[in-house]
């Protein structure tokens, strides 16, 4: 009886040894989650922060990010099933859902709240005005994308007509835009943060707008994901919406120089002090969410610009589209 004490004992301690390692084992693995942005940019300085200073590792999630370069192209990544997320604008939730997928994309966390490109000129123009676009060629980006809309949204609020009025050639790639105004094409050409600024550092181009500031508050970028695999990953959802709560916060409390430090490790090759310069410019404008809350309101504007821009024949209800759950929990639950 002595010897099968000791057995049961011993193995009693092996299975609460195997217990103690699976439960170290399962706390310290983390979800990984691609995730595919529309373009690197600093202008989503509120993700970096997250990832940086290790809010998605908190939430037990390790992100692999990769850069789609265009909407078209993160939207069919998630349609696929090659990647979990898309991070781009919401227009490209609206096309899919007006086009009668049942499984559609739904937007669960907005991160900006303006457009975040800027007008580019040949040369510095500090009293430029809107009507200078007259006759003039301007590369937009791609047509149905909004910056390509919010430019023309832009160009309207200031009296022209931007069909009319002025040529806008949406023959470049997005990608390609700076290189092929540094290479004579244009004599206007809208970028996102850090190539404008770096343009202007180089003496090959000059900031003379900010469209986001003119055209107003929009919800520009944000992520979203398919329904089937939201119902199917809601504790991750909310995790991931969570680590983006907490970077918008953070951004939203530190000045850019404390920002530019902690996002330069996804900026390498950019200079320290520049990423100070396009940081401040994105918080004058309030470029960024302070929540991941995308309201009606803000989306009935982006239908507005989309419908005007042509590209919006139907509008699509904001209960289908977004799905504002986990945001409001988050937010909820950190008060």
């Known amino acids: 009886m002595r010897k099968w004490s000791k057995i049961i004992s011993a193995a009693m301690c092996l299975v609460l040894l195997l217990t103690l390692f699976a439960g170290c084992a399962k706390k310290g693995t983390k979800d990984k989650v691609t995730v595919c942005e529309v373009t690197h940019s600093i202008f989503y300085a509120p993700q970096y922060a997250a990832i940086n200073l290790g809010f998605f590792a908190e939430e037990g999630i390790e992100i692999e990010l990769s850069n789609g370069q265009g909407a078209d192209k993160v939207m069919s990544a998630v349609l ?51 009507d200078k676009l007259r006759e003039k060629v301007v590369l937009p980006g791609r047509k149905g994308g909004v910056p390509y809309m919010a430019l023309e949204y832009v160009i309207r609020k200031n009296g022209l007509d931007p069909q009319k009025d002025t040529t806008l050639d949406n023959s470049i790639q997005f990608a390609l835009m ?85 996002v330069a490790p996804s900026f390498p090759d950019t200079d320290a002090a520049l990423l100070e310069t396009v940081i401040q410019r994105y918080k004058d404008i309030n470029a960024w969410n302070s929540t991941p809350v995308l309201t009606p309101e803000s989306f009935d504007l982006l239908q507005k610009v989309m419908t005007e821009a042509g590209e919006l024949t139907q509008t699509a209800p904001h209960d289908k589209i977004v799905n504002n759950t986990f945001a409001e929990k988050v937010i909820s639950s950190t008060k």
């Open 80 to 130: 696929s099933n090659n990647i979990d997320i898309g991070f781009a604008g919401p227009e490209a939730s609206i096309y899919v859902y007006n086009e009668g997928k049942e499984d559609h994309t739904q937007v669960f966390a907005q991160l900006t709240q303006r457009d975040g490109s800027f007008l580019v000129a040949r040369e510095p123009d500090p009293n430029f005005t809107w």
């Open 178 to 262: 700076a290189g092929a105004f540094t290479s004579g094409t244009g004599d206007y050409v809208t970028l996102f943060e850090p190539t404008a600024s770096m343009l202007e550092a180089e003496g090959k181009g000059y900031i003379v707008a900010s469209i986001g500031k003119e055209c107003g508050e929009l919800p520009y970028t944000a992520y979203f994901a398919k329904k089937s695999y939201i119902e199917k990953n809601a504790g991750l959802i909310e995790r991931f919406t969570r680590a983006i709560y907490k970077g918008q916060q953070w951004v939203e409390q530190h000045s850019a120089k404390e920002i530019a430090k902690v």
